[in-house]
């Protein structure tokens, strides 16, 4: 499962590239994306999103010189934080 995760946080990495954070906010969690915004955008410099399957939480940078960083986010006991909000 955590090299499923790490495979997963560095293909999109390698796929999310260079671009301003203007065109990385409005194109993230569309209808064909495995994620879905929770919070942040475009003038934040973070976005808030989960994965549609799994519901990990992931915090992805969203800064002018610092875009498409993923970090997966962490509960107190060290496993990965679920998305228990509603589905749209």
Known sequence: MKKRILALVIVMALLTGCGTNERSANEFGGANSMFEMVEGGEFKGYIIAYHKETKVMYAISNAMYNTGN?????DA????LLWEGENE
């Open 70 to 74: 993923f970090t997966v986010m962490l």
């Open 77 to 80: 006991d060290g496993k990965p």
